[in-house]
Each structure stands twice: as C-alpha cells, then as structure tokens.
C-alpha cells in the first residue's frame, strides 16, 4: 500500500525541542478513527463528539459526529463550543510559568509572598469517618506556588474528597477556607490549587485573569472562540449538556440562554477542539505557534517533568456520583508535572510515558504526547464525569491513532 507519511526523522531527543514532526494519519488511520466515532455515537454512547488530532506542524484529523443538541436536532460541527470546565487549568497553569519566565515569580516562592491569605494554614490531623468530627494543627511548611502547580497542596474539592466534603458540610466553608487535607508537598488531591494559581496571575500581573489569558496566550495562539463567554453571535454553536440516567440514556438539559461562567483559574473555558489543538501544538512545539512565543522551550520542558517525586495521583473518590464517577485513569502509577497529569507506562496502542493529560468535569479530553508529537482533544458534554461509556470512546480515540502511526 502506498504510505501518504513522511518517515520520521530519527533526531536526538532533547525535552520538547526536536523540531521533527510526527507523521499524519494515513489515509487508513483516519478511516479508522471515523469508524470509531460513528459506531460510538450510532449505539448511543454519546450524543456527539468532535475529535482533533494534532502535530507540531498542523491538524492531522479534525472531525465532528452526532448531534450538539438532540432536542433541536441540531448537528455536531467541527467548531462547536463545550465548557472546557477543567481544561482550563492547563492553561492557567502555563500562564504562571510566562510569569516565571519573566523572572516576576519562582515557583518555590511562598504563595502568602503574594496573597497574604494562604498564610499560616492549618491542616486536618484527626477525621472521624463516623460522625465526621475533625481536628486540626498548624501546618509544618508553607503552601509553595510548586505545590498548587502540582495539587500537592493539601486543596481539595468537594466533590472528590469524602473528608473535605463532610467539613465543608459541617463548617459551611468553601474549599480554599477549609483546613488542608495534608502537610504540603506530602500526598495528592485534585482540588481548588488552580484556583488559587488564577489569583495568583492577578496579583502579580495587576491584570484580571480573563484579561491576562486573551491577551497573553489566547490571542497571540489564534484561539478566537475561546473565553470565558460566548458572545451572543455564537450562541447558537453552543453544546447542550445531557446526563446519562438509570437506564443508560441520555437526558438533555435545557441549554441556558447565554453562556458565560465565572473568571476562574480552574475552570469556566468554553471553547472549541481546534482551538485547544492550537494549544497543544504550541506546546509540542517547545512554546511557539507561528510567530507567537508563548514560553521558553526549557520551561515547556520542564512542565512535562515529575515534580511530585514518590507521590503518585491517588484514585479521587467521588462524593456524587450523579456528577462524577472515581477518577483518573493511571491512579496509584502516574505523576503529576506543572499543570499536566503524566503517564507512567505505555501499553499497546497508547500514549508514551510522560505525556500529560487532564479533563473537564463535562468529559472533555486532552492528552500531549511529546515523544511521538501528537496532540489529542476528544470533546464531549455528557455528565457524569469519567462515565464508563464516555471513557470508552475516550479510550477508542487513542487506541486507534496510535494504531495507525508509524
């Protein structure tokens, strides 16, 4: 069969700055993954779904199935909107490290340094399963920009901390007042870290966060349909959310009539899979896309580094299964870099050790693979989160680009 690829280049491998691409899809690859995404959404496990698959060098396959709305009949297009939710932390996670490269902040600095209020924390030291009654202590060490970077803070959320869930619940405090689920730097747990890294680019950039992300990143990568709300012209290539019910069909929810979330550092993003493959192309590429240097190559580099040490991600137990099931994928394997999940091992057909991955709680995908030089963005809007039929077509994604390169 005659190959549509240009072999790949065989360059010594230095962090995120080999300058060779990553060979499209073949013509039998695309076939492929289109099957993939047509027999998922023909048996109904989800609405709809827009794939992007990306290189250093351009989009290698960028296709939309099924319907962004059921009830309107309304189909899935490539540049449909999604609440990114989640996904947005990568993003704000890269916009601290432009702060580090502009010598404004270290990551080891204390967080207090900048936002008085994160100082002298305390920590939970004693919880009661039973009752839910809690005791506390002054924390050891500070909280470190590297620890909310990490999720090694000791910040939870709610909804996938029992513990933190049950003191919330009996404090009426949010996560960010709640004590902290262990000393820092000692343990694991997604949370509201990012949250904190959002204030953090106030602070010391003396710009608001929506501000500091159009014009520092989204703009200058050409992420045009992204922010934190749709403009009423767009409105209409919003998705709809649908909830998956007992019997294992979805239910739509009625779309809002203006789409707008609050500005937050760890999520409220909407936007598109080709805007975010735009994204993920700047990272393969070292911190540049086309003209726009976004970070230094090493800085890239060093974000797809382990920065937990011995501490992996533990599976996170979900307090609403309504809303989430128990996540991630590689629990009690993978690392955490500086603002991307990193996975530990490689089985057939997956992503190489080290790429790093997140979501958004509507199951929306990313995965950079910066060994093999491809980017991945699988887009759904279907709750709950990590649901085992979602995660499937997640799943058939991967296996079968991965298949079908070289």
């Given at each position: 069969m005659k190959r549509l690829l240009w072999p790949l280049l065989l360059l010594p491998l230095v962090l995120l700055t080999v300058t060779f691409a990553a060979p499209p899809l073949p013509e039998q690859g695309s076939a492929a993954l289109t099957a993939v995404l047509e027999r998922a959404v023909a048996r109904g496990d989800v609405p709809g779904v827009v794939v992007t698959v990306v290189d250093r060098d351009g989009v290698l396959y960028h296709e939309a199935f099924g319907q962004s709305s059921t009830i309107e009949r309304t189909p899935m297009v490539r540049d449909t909107i999604f609440n990114m939710a989640s996904m947005t932390k990568a993003i704000t996670s890269v916009a601290v490290m432009m702060l580090v490269d502009e010598g404004k902040l270290s990551i080891d600095d204390e967080v207090a340094q900048y936002l008085p209020q994160f100082a002298d924390r305390e920590v939970v030291s004693r919880f009661d399963e039973a009752d839910g009654s809690f005791e506390t202590r002054p924390a050891e060490r500070p909280i470190t920009i590297r620890h909310l970077l990490t999720h090694t803070s000791g910040i939870g959320y709610g909804f996938s901390s029992p513990t933190l869930s049950r003191i919330m619940q009996a404090t009426g405090r949010?996560?960010?007042?709640?004590?902290?689920?262990?000393?820092?730097?000692?343990?694991?747990?997604?949370?509201?870290?990012?949250?904190?890294?959002?204030?953090?680019?106030?602070?010391?950039?003396?710009?608001?966060?929506?501000?500091?992300?159009?014009?520092?990143?989204?703009?200058?990568?050409?992420?045009?349909?992204?922010?934190?709300?749709?403009?009423?012209?767009?409105?209409?290539?919003?998705?709809?959310?649908?909830?998956?019910?007992?019997?294992?069909?979805?239910?739509?929810?009625?779309?809002?009539?203006?789409?707008r979330s609050n500005v937050a550092g760890d999520g409220g993003l909407y936007g598109t899979a080709g805007d975010y493959g735009r994204f993920l192309r700047m990272l393969l590429n070292g911190g540049r896309l086309g003209d726009a240097r976004v970070l230094r190559a090493a800085t890239v580099g060093t974000m797809f580094e382990n920065h937990t040490g011995d501490v992996v991600v533990p599976?996170?137990?979900?307090?609403?299964?309504?809303?989430?099931?128990?996540?991630?994928?590689g629990a009690g394997e993978d690392h955490w870099g500086l603002g991307f999940q990193l996975a530990a091992g490689r089985q057939a057909h997956r992503?190489?050790?080290?790429?790093?991955?997140?979501?958004?709680?509507?199951?929306?995908?990313?995965?950079?693979?910066?060994?093999?030089?491809?980017?991945?963005?699988?887009?759904?809007?279907?709750?709950?989160?990590?649901?085992?039929?979602?995660?499937?077509?997640?799943?058939?994604?991967?296996?079968?680009?991965?298949a079908h390169l070289p």
């Open positions: 949010n996560e960010l007042e709640s004590p902290l689920l262990f000393e820092p730097g000692e343990s694991w747990a997604y949370g509201a870290s990012t949250r904190v890294l959002g204030q953090l680019v106030e602070a010391v950039s003396g710009q608001p966060l929506d501000a500091f992300l159009q014009t520092r990143i989204l703009g200058p990568l050409g992420m045009g349909d992204t922010g934190y709300q749709v403009p009423e012209a767009k409105h209409a290539r919003v998705v709809a959310v649908n909830t998956r019910g007992a019997d294992g069909s979805f239910v739509e929810q009625q779309r809002p009539a203006t789409a599976l996170q137990r979900s307090t609403n299964q309504g809303l989430s099931r128990d996540f991630p994928l992503r190489a050790p080290g790429s790093g991955t997140w979501a958004g709680i509507f199951n929306t995908h990313f995965f950079v693979d910066p060994t093999t030089g491809i980017g991945v963005v699988v887009m759904m809007q279907t709750l709950p989160f990590y649901d085992e039929r979602s995660m499937q077509v997640y799943a058939g994604v991967e296996e079968a680009v991965y």
